[in-house]
């Protein structure tokens, strides 16, 4: 089945960019999609990327994708605090969607 | 507004009884999804139902069952079964078109005692 990977834990000063990095396995999926959980709330739709596609930008946020190495990538610029979260990239997976386990971002002062 | 409703945010329960998580959107969409999150870790699919009267189970459906009555409506019952429903339960829809990207409920906190 599919398996998508993220790292757990990014820290970053306020005003610096980030990067939240996923890999995942299979490679017929047509959409790739950033998901953004604040605390104790659903998951809200960040922006997507379709597969034949290597980036795409909107307003501070940057998705690229190496489908080769089976990679996305979510750059957020100018990271403000307000921009603490959880991210999850989501992967389709036949009917359904397989999420990430998450990155939990943590902008500092 | 159109969205997905979950009532209520936070729920109590003593261990051996069943309790049903409500779950309704306004979308006018197909496909409606239940999801488990625990603490530090992403979500695990429970149920999903891609169309009214029918509905499949997911990686982790063992001690939940579920009904798709109305189109509007999925709601979840966690029964005695399951070991441990201490957990954050999430609500989705989506349109089942190509993007079929998913739109998600506020979430229910369920806590079993």
């Known amino acids: 089945g599919e398996d998508v990977e993220q790292s757990l834990f990014l820290s970053v000063r306020e005003g610096d960019s980030s990067v939240i990095n996923c890999t995942y396995t299979d490679s017929s999926s047509t959409y790739l999609y950033w998901y953004k959980q604040e605390p104790g709330a659903g998951l809200q739709l960040l922006t997507y990327i379709f597969s034949n596609m290597d980036m795409k930008q909107d307003q501070r946020l940057t998705v690229l994708l190496n489908k080769k190495d089976k990679h996305l990538s979510l750059r957020i610029a100018d990271t403000q605090t307000g921009d603490s979260a959880i991210y999850f990239c989501?992967?389709?997976?036949?009917?359904?969607?397989?999420f990430g386990p998450g990155t939990r971002l943590s902008v500092l002062p | 507004d159109g969205g997905i409703t979950q009532s209520p945010k936070y729920l109590f329960r003593k261990e051996g009884q069943n309790v049903t998580l409500s779950c309704e959107q306004n979308l006018n969409h197909d496909a409606m999804y239940w999801y488990r999150q625990d603490p530090g870790q992403g979500l695990r699919l429970i149920y999903y139902?891609?169309?009214?009267?029918?509905?499949q189970k997911g990686d982790i459906a063992e001690g939940y069952s579920v009904s798709r009555e109305k189109k509007e409506s999925f709601p979840l019952t966690v029964t005695s079964a399951q070991k441990n429903p201490t957990a954050f339960y999430l609500c989705?829809?989506?349109?089942?078109?190509?993007?079929?990207?998913?739109?998600f409920g506020p979430g229910t906190r369920l806590t079993v005692t």
């Open positions: 139902s891609q169309i009214v009267n029918d509905f």
């Open positions: 989501a992967v389709p997976y036949g009917q359904n969607f397989v």
């Open positions: 989705a829809s989506s349109t089942g078109t190509l993007t079929y990207e998913q739109y």
